[in-house]
């Protein structure tokens, strides 16, 4: 009975349990097929290799874009006649010769005349980023001879020899004021016994003169052409002495230098006189010194950054050299690699005050190398969204404007250190990136001149508490030690590359000593960061890196920027270039294609930090990206504007049309120039020359030309209000305006005979014009040029025919 009734379901409900099969078997086909699909479309869509579109964007297109965008860029000219008077061409840089070197932990010191060699491990306090931990000194043992210390010898004092001035009875020897120290205005001369440290050497000139060789000062009376009997150091040289059996005499009168008590054995800090008693045997001085001796050195050093002590023999000054260079970091080098949507190097080199015209004025081999040898693109564009580098670097570095960021600032209540802003350098280091941040002028550090820095170190690799260091042995401008402080830098970044060969690396270098006070200075690096590029790219670093190498603003101060258009102009206008490996090019065509078409169009540091996003996350978009778009992406030229970019109206470098006097000089000279044109092209053949009349200029009805909007024009400097530290802008009159021959003009005007209404657009580059685009008839033409329709029709709108009908009009 139960078979029977199983068999009289499956009889009844058979048509349906088919359909059911049915429908699972299409249902189950249909959702492969759409995955299968959806998948190579996702395949097709973002493989870049397999990317054709319709090419690679012409000049022309993109010459067209650049016009019609929303914002349209002043094109400015690097050397440009308004600030050729602050261009300077500078003397080479001159530091010295390094007599250490540090790299791949090995430190090695090789000279002459060197008496011993210390160095010191320096390392960051825990939670302080003020201050620096110098470890005990550690002496370098002379490969070439064992003997340390130096050799010490005697000489008689004689003009051109130097060293201690010794009393021959007490061994007490010559000294400033206080046994070891820099004399400080009119110092007596005294005797100490702490000798033959360099505090305490001289040298007698060839005339006699006896010069404190630190301080640059001599011995002198201190009333010279008296019977005074006194001694100090002094700036001027004109107390002559003599030699004569050992004792010193004041030349040409019987006055030696001996003790004041006149006694053998005089007690420290005595003064020196002149006094009558020349006795040879009691006051009779030598010379003593230090000589040093062929040395070299090599040690291992597990550390980044040191501190190197050389003291050398005779008069030449002991030397400090600081070295830097990057550790290998077991728990670094080991951390766990997640591939990045766009698996390159990410290298960032940043140049305070320098934008982009000055880059070109400035760096030209490195410009040039960029241009023609890297695949490089630079961002016309680029733009600033505040005043000076916290500004920019809180936006490229967090994508966070600065006012909008936890209270860091100093003295604020409940500020706090900036740690806990949201870092690029933190999101590239969970996907097993190593990093490294260095910026080498620490008293204006960008997180650290108004706000509390770091508690702790943002990146694998930090460099700020060696440059609190190092800046202590600055002795000539834009040196340190023997060393070009940019130099310190750029090897620091290529000890990162050969120290991980085989990490992911994001590093970001803050070149702020080189330019801040002149901008004419970072033509000191061109050569050093060319010779960079050029070794990176021969070890093949550059074949996997994104390199930006970019200015944060340009120049902010001095005369160019207070006294022309152009100046302000080039403080909101920062050179930024992005140089990308050649199999990105291929690989990701459409990408590159999009980099180099928002190259044309405005862009700010926001759009820097979509872009350092997008490489981690591609092919999706990146999160949490507030303002700004990758570069990656193609921008909207026609919706890109400052507003939608973070850029304030006074900071905006785009161009607005703004109304000019009729009675304007140059309108004249442009209008008559126009009206040229137009007669050029009705003489272009003798036919139509003979059929058309010459036009003249009646009248200019109206004008207006490109230029920076009237906040930027009249912009002086930001302040401090309620939102941010510089966000209130200080107004006052127009700056000169030195764009006037360097712009484009709208001009309408009327002409005569034909009493007709033109409009024109007239591009003036270093006051030679020329036509932008067509020349338009805004009136109507009627019969005027009836006897040219049927033959030259591209001339009808000029043509005044000469036939009795038009002149009984002008009649």
């Known amino acids: 009975m139960p078979y029977q009734v199983f068999r009289h379901f499956r009889f009844v409900f058979h048509p349906f349990i088919r359909f059911c099969k049915l429908l699972r078997r299409r249902i189950k086909t249909t959702i492969t097929t759409i995955f299968i699909t959806c998948s190579l479309m996702f395949y097709l869509v973002h493989n870049d290799s397999l990317y054709f579109g319709f090419g690679e964007d012409s000049k022309e297109y993109l010459d067209y874009i650049s016009k019609t965008a929303s914002c349209k860029l002043p094109k400015l000219n690097p050397f440009h006649r308004s600030i050729l008077p602050y261009i300077k061409n500078l003397q080479p840089l001159e530091c010295g010769r390094s007599i250490s070197t540090f790299e791949k932990d090995v430190l090695r010191v090789e000279g002459e005349n060197i008496v011993s060699v210390y160095y010191r491990t320096l390392t960051r306090p825990d939670g302080n980023d003020d201050a620096v931990n ?82 640059n000062r001599c011995i002198r009376q201190k009333r010279p052409g008296t019977i005074g009997t006194d001694i100090t150091l002094h700036q001027k040289c004109d107390t002559k002495f003599e030699v004569i059996d050992g004792y010193i005499k004041l030349k040409d009168k019987d006055l030696c230098l001996q003790p004041a008590s006149r006694r053998d054995d005089p007690a420290n800090n005595e003064e020196i006189v002149l006094d009558g008693d020349c006795n040879k045997e009691r006051h009779s001085f030598y010379f003593n010194f ?61 140049f305070d005050s320098t934008s982009a015209a000055n880059f070109i004025r400035k760096m030209p081999r490195t410009y040039k190398y960029l241009k023609e040898t890297l695949n490089t693109v630079f961002l016309n564009g680029q733009t600033i969204v505040g005043d000076g580098t916290t500004a920019q670097l809180s936006a490229i570095l967090t994508g966070i404007p600065e006012h909008h960021q936890p209270e860091s600032r100093k003295a604020f209540r409940n500020a706090k250190p900036v740690d806990n802003w949201r870092w690029i350098f933190k999101e590239y280091s969970k996907q097993g990136y190593v990093t490294m941040y260095s910026e080498d002028s620490p008293a204006v550090g960008a997180f650290n001149y108004r706000l509390m820095g770091f508690r702790d170190p943002p990146t694998d690799h930090y460099s700020r508490y060696f440059w609190l260091e190092a800046e202590n042995y600055v002795k000539k401008v834009h040196c340190t030690g023997n060393q070009a402080i940019h130099n310190l830098t750029l090897n620091y970044l290529l000890s990162l590359f050969r120290t991980y060969k085989k990490n992911p690396k994001f590093s970001l270098l803050n070149f702020s000593n080189l330019v801040h006070r002149d901008p004419n200075a970072i033509t000191y690096a061109d050569g050093d960061l060319l010779n ?128 000019v006097s009729v009675k304007d000089e140059v309108v004249r000279e442009l209008a008559t120039f126009a009206v040229s044109s137009i007669n050029d092209q009705n003489n272009d053949t003798s036919t139509t020359s003979k059929l058309c009349l010459p036009l003249s200029l009646k009248q200019v009805v109206q004008v207006s030309r490109e230029m920076p909007s009237h906040t930027v024009q009249t912009f002086k400097f930001s302040f401090k209000n309620k939102e941010c530290d510089s966000c209130g802008a200080k107004l006052a009159a ?78």
């Open 290 to 350: 230090l000589e040093g001796t062929q040395f070299k050195g090599e040690v291992t050093v597990n550390t980044d950054f040191i501190r190197v002590e050389i003291k050398n023999g005779g008069t030449a000054d002991d030397v400090i050299e600081t070295h830097m260079q990057t550790n290998f970091k077991k728990e670094v080098g080991e951390r766990k690699i997640i591939p990045a949507g766009i698996p390159v190097d990410i290298v960032m080199i940043m």
């Open 734 to 811: 127009k700056a000169v305006n030195t764009m006037v021959k360097d712009t484009l003009y709208q001009i309408q005007f009327t002409t005569k005979p034909n009493n007709a209404t033109y409009e024109v657009s007239i591009s003036l580059n270093g006051g030679v014009a020329s036509i932008d685009g067509e020349i338009s008839r805004l009136d109507s033409i009627g019969v005027q040029a009836d006897c040219i329709k049927d033959t030259f029709v591209h001339l009808i709108k000029f043509c005044y025919c000469k036939t009795k009908t038009n002149f009984k009009q002008i009649n």
């Open 532 to 659: 960079l590029l050029q070794t990176m790219t021969k070890e093949s670093y550059l074949d996997n890196t994104f390199l930006f190498i970019f200015g944060d603003h340009g120049y902010r101060f001095g005369g160019m920027r207070k006294q022309t258009l152009q100046g302000k102009l080039e403080e909101r206008l920062p050179h930024f270039s992005i140089s990308v490996p050649k199999w990105f090019t291929r690989q990701h065509r459409r990408l590159y294609n999009n980099l180099k078409f928002n190259s044309r169009l405005l862009t700010s540091p926001f759009d820097i930090y979509a872009t350092l996003k997008n490489t981690l996350s591609y092919p999706w978009a990146p999160k949490y990206v507030m303002t700004g778009q990758s570069l990656l992406s193609k921008i909207d030229p026609y919706k890109r504007t400052c507003g939608n970019v973070g850029v304030r109206d006074h900071w905006c470098p785009c161009l607005v049309m703004e109304k």
């Open 134 to 215: 110098i470890s005990e000194p550690i002496e370098i043992p002379n490969l070439l001879n064992k003997h340390v210390g130096g050799k010490r010898a005697e000489d008689v004092i004689k003009p051109g020899g130097y060293g201690c001035i010794v009393h021959k009875i007490s061994h007490k020897c010559l000294h400033p004021y206080g046994g070891i120290g820099l004399p400080n205005g009119l110092q007596p001369v005294v005797f100490h016994e702490n000798c033959c440290e360099k505090a305490a050497y001289f040298q007698m000139e060839k005339d006699g003169a006896i010069k404190h060789v630190q301080s």
